[in-house]
């Protein structure tokens, strides 16, 4: 991802579309001696991984579909677990691939544990869409942090792989018309950690970024 500094901004910032899925396997557990007699939920979660990472979609997009836990343990060593448990991150930076990502990783599954006797149950635990940015926003946007920065504050579009809820609004009104700006702000070490901090001195250029557009559109 690029740098935003301190003192700059971005006229838009473009987030991925980001989905977690539970993969719930049932099988047959049996004792490790006799395993002909059981169907092994273990193996079929093996399956499923597999036929994920063999999964293809448009090479024009950026995307990434990755199995990030799985757990399968019928509580001794020699006994082969009936289920099992598999969570997924998929991310897109488009929404129509992703929809079709979560498709044919539903029928992967379900096709990967049916093929040695097993059910895979599918599960969304979380999504949100890809942005959906209007130009014409993005240009005012950039406009403004140039009169209130100056020029050299106001820096490219930025895209990233993470995710961001704020666009269900568009997603689900499409008559909206949305922007996003990214504000430098040193965070330390990083978003979403425990001991994550930032610069304070980043505020007062957000305000005027805000009171600027707000004069902006009311001309």
């Known amino acids: 991802i690029q740098e935003c500094r301190v003192g700059e901004a971005a006229p838009a910032l473009y987030y991925s579309a980001a989905t977690h899925v539970k993969i719930d396997i049932t099988g047959v557990q049996s004792h490790g001696a006799r395993p002909y007699l059981g169907t092994s939920a273990l193996d079929a979660a093996c399956l499923i991984v597999q036929s994920a990472n063999a999964l293809r979609f448009n090479s024009n997009v950026v995307y990434n579909l990755k199995a990030t836990q799985i757990h399968a343990d019928a509580g001794v060593a020699n006994a082969v677990p009936g289920t099992a448990t598999i969570t997924f991150d998929l991310r897109s ?11 044919k990783l539903r029928a992967a599954a379900g096709n990967a544990a049916a093929s040695i006797g097993a059910k895979a149950d599918f599960t969304i635990l979380h999504q949100t869409p890809a942005s959906i940015i209007t130009p014409e926003i993005t240009e005012i946007i950039g406009e403004v942090i140039t009169s209130e920065l100056g020029e050299k504050a106001c820096i490219p579009p930025i895209v990233t792989a993470g995710g961001e809820d704020f666009f269900w609004y568009p997603k689900m009104k499409p008559e909206l018309k949305t922007g996003f700006i990214a504000l430098g702000e040193d965070a330390e070490p990083g978003l979403h950690d425990p001991a994550m901090h930032f610069n304070h001195d980043a505020l007062p250029y957000g305000v005027k970024i805000h009171k600027g557009l707000v004069k902006k559109f009311l001309g």
Do not use: C
């Open 93 to 103: 930076r488009d929404n129509d691939v992703m929809e079709l990502m979560i498709q």
